[in-house]
């Protein structure tokens, strides 16, 4: 990790399977930590530094040239692993992949909070993403882009908790998973993974970034009447080709080794039968999502907001200037318009000035509107909606080949023949 971690328990995976382990990983100046469990026992030793070491392992200097005393990384996370093949026989079974795959799971980055001002580890997705727009290697944002009271909304909404069917709750929405930086990418495109994570998105407020939590939300505002500064334009149907009435989401299980498993499909009641009798599914991806909960939901959230079909597309009155990019507005227009009348998300909004005279200015807010019925998009039954999950029997167990079995020796009158 390119940064200090706050990595208090861990647990090791060398090629999906567990290792247990004696010994304090942290000690630099000792043996550091070792497998105890048969099939590594006496092959894998390891060391983590969690930003705040001031040198290499002891041992991996001693052992190892290719590593110094100050080959340190300081500021950053660094897993030094010392792993033995041991005899011929047992390595194909001891190390089926080469070079090995080692994971390591437990409570990485450190993340600002702007609702108390510290900093500390959370899994909370509206905190991971404020993270990720300050400290981007590529192009990290200063605290004065930032809008920095929606990123606390957002946490909140993350925080809150849902029920499950099993019984209990869990939070709404969890951010897990590794970020991997490329130069050259945008820095929107590379968080979106993270954003998918809680079904939010990104907005500017007068500048700075802001984000918009996926929860229903009141309206602010009644749009009554528009401007004939423009022509307004209205769409009630959109292409069936963008309609779905089914969606998938794919996610990461801790159950499966943490490989990709596929939650439960959501299908829209109803929703095919009103498109004319055929499924069009929706998949989705969502790398750093690990309960497959939490997917359903966000799978049901994707589906539901593909369906909202009503546009509109006009100019307002400078009375709506409050509106923001991601605001929810009530409309009620009159006859003929009825059919448009509801609850919109601003998708998009443009305030335009112009002079009127030689003593004023003209207003002008050209605004593009999408149907957003947030309690049917965003509301969860976990005894109707949510599916069961089996969880995974895997085994970690390499085949190894059978030795031959005991050969028979005849001596005497038949073997000299």
């Not at 290719?66 to 030094?80: K, P, Q, S, Y």
């Amino acid at each position: 990790n390119s940064r200090p971690s706050s990595l208090t328990t861990h647990s090791v995976l060398l090629d999906k399977r567990s290792v247990s382990i004696s010994g304090d990983p942290f000690d630099f100046a000792g043996a550091g930590a070792s497998a105890t469990n048969d099939v590594f026992s006496g092959h894998v030793r390891y060391w983590i530094g969690r930003g705040d070491q001031t040198s290499a392992p002891a041992q991996v200097v001693a052992e190892a040239s290719d590593f110094a005393a100050t080959d340190a990384w300081r500021g950053c996370t660094v897993l030094w692993a010392r792993l033995d093949c041991g005899d011929n026989d047992e390595r194909s079974s001891r190390w089926p992949a080469t070079p090995p795959e080692l994971n390591v799971e437990g409570p990485w980055s450190l993340v600002y909070d702007p609702r108390d001002g510290l900093t500390k580890h959370s899994r909370n997705q509206g905190l991971i993403v404020l993270d990720a727009l300050l400290n981007a290697p590529t192009k990290p944002h200063a605290t004065g882009y930032v809008r920095m009271d929606t990123f606390a909304w957002a946490a909140d909404v993350s925080d809150q908790q849902v029920s499950a069917k099993a019984g209990g709750t869990i939070a709404r929405y969890r951010c897990d998973g590794v970020l991997v930086w490329s130069q050259g990418a945008e820095l929107e495109d590379q968080i979106q993974p993270l954003l998918d994570a809680g079904a939010s998105r990104l907005t500017r407020i007068g500048g700075q970034v802001a984000i918009i939590p996926g929860i229903a939300r009141p309206a602010v505002y009644t749009v009554t009447d528009c401007s004939d500064g423009q022509a307004m334009t209205l769409e009630k149907y959109q292409p069936l080709d963008g309609l779905y009435t089914e969606a998938e989401a794919s996610y990461i299980s801790p159950a499966r080794a943490y490989e990709t498993a596929a939650a439960p499909v959501y299908v829209v009641d109803g929703a095919q039968s009103a498109d004319g009798g055929l499924a069009n599914r929706m998949t989705i991806t969502l790398d750093f999502v690990t309960d497959h909960r939490q997917a359903q939901r966000l799978a049901k959230i994707a589906v539901m907001r593909s369906r909202m079909q009503r546009t509109i597309s006009a100019e307002l009155f400078p009375a709506a200037f409050d509106l923001v990019a991601g605001s929810i507005c009530d409309v009620s227009l009159p006859a003929p318009f009825g059919p448009w009348n509801g609850r919109y998300l601003v998708e998009e909004i443009n305030a335009a000035s112009g002079i009127n005279d030689d003593q004023s200015i003209t207003l002008r807010l050209p605004v593009r509107l999408r149907e957003e019925q947030g309690a049917a998009i965003y509301g969860w039954d976990a005894a109707t909606e949510e599916q069961d999950v089996a969880d995974a029997i895997l085994s970690t167990t390499v085949a190894r080949i059978a030795p031959p079995p005991s050969v028979p020796l005849t001596t005497g009158t038949v073997a000299a023949i």
